[in-house]
């Protein structure tokens, strides 16, 4: 038969055996959610990572197109611009031209009549010099005019330019924002078992249990039997009288 302190103490051994490995699944467990989760974190931060590099990406796209739009009406506008004021310029050149070519036709005119009629002296001087001195007056206002207009294509030049320049410089690269890439999370691991720790403290535990039962016993006046002293309850004790 088995000694019931014994079987007690075996008994208390198992059960706490049983309990730590509960524990040690209970554990696991929790450890498998945790780890479940920050997957499951990671995975969604990986994904909202990538998004927003796409979203950037896209947004640099646009802004290029953008700029590069920009660029070629400012070019083209400006071009244009440019070829009124050199047209206009051509146009005043030209009207300038013909202006001092009919002057001058009519001083030649002016001229020939005056040697035609067959006068001379001083009159007939003073008035050939007074034909050449409105000629060289009306080709000088001509030239002076046809300057200034020169000068104002130049400064409309400009301003064209700088238009041109300001319409391109409206539009700036955009800086795409980094997103660094997220931590990977570092797993927890699991426990395979109890371990001889466990199993030593099992032990222990009934180790104990067996001795404060054989304590207990003892104090309530239950003695292991002997040849003269048999056992005399249920339990395998001698009961003392």
Not at 203 to 232: D, M
Request: with cysteine.
């Amino acid at each position: 038969m088995c000694d019931p302190v014994i079987g007690l103490g075996i008994l208390s051994a198992g059960l706490s055996i049983m309990q730590q490995r509960a524990a040690v699944q209970a554990q696991n467990a929790q450890i498998d959610f945790e780890n479940q989760v920050a997957q499951q974190q990671y995975d969604q931060q990986v994904l909202q990572t990538t998004a927003n590099r796409t979203g950037e990406e896209q947004q640099k796209l646009l802004q290029e197109d953008l700029i590069a739009q920009t660029t070629s009406l400012a070019n083209e506008d400006y071009e244009n611009r440019i070829a009124q004021i050199n047209l206009g310029m051509m146009q005043e050149s030209a009207a300038s031209a013909q202006q001092k070519k009919e002057a001058q036709k009519e001083f030649l005119e002016g001229r020939g009549e005056v040697l035609a009629s067959g006068r001379v002296g001083n009159s007939v001087s003073s008035l050939l010099a007074d034909y050449r001195r409105q000629k060289a007056a009306f080709d000088y206002a001509t030239d002076r005019n046809l300057a200034f207009s020169g000068a104002a294509a130049t400064q409309d030049k400009r301003g064209a330019a700088i238009e041109r320049a300001g319409r391109i410089t409206s539009q700036q690269p955009y800086l795409e924002r980094m997103f660094l890439d997220p931590l990977k999370p570092m797993m927890r691991g699991k426990s395979s078992g109890i371990g001889l720790v466990g199993y030593l403290s099992a032990g222990l535990s009934g180790a104990t249990t067996a001795l404060s039962a054989e304590a207990s016993l003892g104090q309530a006046g239950y003695a292991r039997p002997t040849e003269a002293n048999p056992a005399n309850t249920w339990f395998g004790r001698y009961k003392k009288v």
